[in-house]
């Protein structure tokens, strides 16, 4: 089983929708979880990180963390066309000195 | 503050052929990482070095060499190209978060090798 699991896509939403993403996780001594933006072509960008359980807001982006479930999703309130990128999860557990990435999902924001 | 830097942006190879990609960070992080990504499988990790003089083999090292020139520079070297090499490169640099594991990862724009 692979670490870290997301749902390849494509996700399609309309403008203005929320766009959810999720992530899921076998190691459960994770402890830090990003989630990563990257346009076609270019390089991952950091969007947002999360250390513990709950919800974590920033602008439009919101990171929700259930260590319990194992699992890390990423919304994105009122999706806009430049939102459509693709969106790793990524994650570290304790004293490891590398994150480990999942394969991305695809996200289109249809105007 | 120009981040992550690697060179070059892109590079054809014929199969055997020799090369080194080169990576600089000037953020004064003690962490850099190579990773490869091919479409549909996501970033995976070649080698690493959490600190100037130490690297680790990740994910995916066969057929890779790594350097850790100082705390700045830190470079990937591919000594027999093969077709199976062809991929975008990424090199990424971090600090540590002070629960003690990794931070944010800052990527360097990539490099894009094609093996014939």
């Known amino acids: 089983q692979k670490e870290v699991e997301q749902n390849s896509g494509p996700l399609s939403v309309p403008e203005g929708a929320i766009a959810s993403l999720n992530c899921t996780y076998s190691d459960r001594g994770s402890q830090s979880f990003f989630w990563y933006r990257q346009y076609s072509g270019k390089s991952p960008e950091l969007i947002m990180f999360i250390y513990s359980n709950g919800d974590k807001e920033d602008g439009r982006f919101t990171a929700q963390l259930n260590k319990a479930s194992q699992y890390v999703s990423l919304l994105i309130r009122d999706s806009q066309p430049s939102d459509s990128a693709t969106y790793l999860c990524?994650?570290?557990?304790?004293?490891?000195?590398?994150?480990?990435f999942g394969s991305g999902t695809q996200l289109t924001v249809l105007p | 503050n120009a981040g992550v830097t690697q060179t070059p942006k892109f590079q054809v190879l014929k199969t055997g052929q020799s090369m080194t990609l080169q990576c600089a960070q000037d953020?004064?992080?003690?962490?850099m990482y190579w990773y490869r990504q091919d479409p549909g499988m996501g970033l995976r990790l070649i080698y690493y070095?959490?600190?100037?003089?130490?690297?680790d083999k990740g994910e995916v090292p066969n057929g890779y060499n790594v350097s850790r020139l100082n705390k700045r520079e830190f470079s990937l070297r591919l000594e027999s190209a093969a077709p199976s090499q062809t991929s975008v490169y990424f090199c990424?640099?971090?600090?540590?978060?002070?629960?003690?594991?990794?931070?944010?990862?800052?990527f360097g724009e990539g490099s894009r090798l094609t093996v014939l």
């Open positions: 070095s959490a600190s100037e003089g130490t690297t």
């Open positions: 990524a994650l570290s557990s304790g004293s490891a000195r590398q994150l480990t």
């Open positions: 953020m004064n992080h003690n962490s």
């Open positions: 990424a640099s971090s600090a540590r978060t002070s629960g003690g594991s990794t931070g944010e990862l800052f």
